[in-house]
């Protein structure tokens, strides 16, 4: 069974700073890594991502929103994406939902998400 457990949310100040990271498990193999949240009034978004696996001179991508100040990382190895929040403003705020890209054992490739983590940024 597939499983994302994601953990670092939290209360910050604006202009601090919060990490989150996504650990998955019963994966046979994963594609890409990517960072989504659910704002208050928005639509759900996609925040960074990291490139395909099968593209090695592949950069991660960001939303204009974030770029400069989110930075995404993965550990293969480890199964694991990683989401660094700098600066943050209180429009940061939301849940985010960590999701990749993968196959399991013996299904297809298909997107699997976390159940999401709040982050909430005080002004």
């Known amino acids: 069974q597939v499983r994302l457990v994601e953990s670092g949310g939290g209360l910050v100040q604006a202009g601090g700073s919060l990490r989150l990271s996504c650990t998955a498990s019963g994966i046979t193999m994963i594609d890409t890594m990517a960072w989504h949240r659910q704002t208050p009034g928005k639509q759900r978004e996609m925040v960074a991502t990291?490139?395909?696996?099968?593209?090695?001179?592949?950069?991660?991508k960001y939303a204009d929103s974030v770029k400069g100040r989110f930075s995404i990382s993965r550990d293969l190895a480890r199964n694991t994406v990683t989401l660094q929040l700098n600066t943050v403003k209180p429009e940061d705020t939301g849940v985010y939902y960590c999701q990749i890209y993968a196959i399991a054992p013996g299904g297809g490739w298909g997107d699997y998400w976390g159940q999401g983590t709040q982050v909430t940024v005080s002004s």
């Open positions: 990291t490139p395909s696996v099968t593209d090695p001179d592949g950069t991660s």
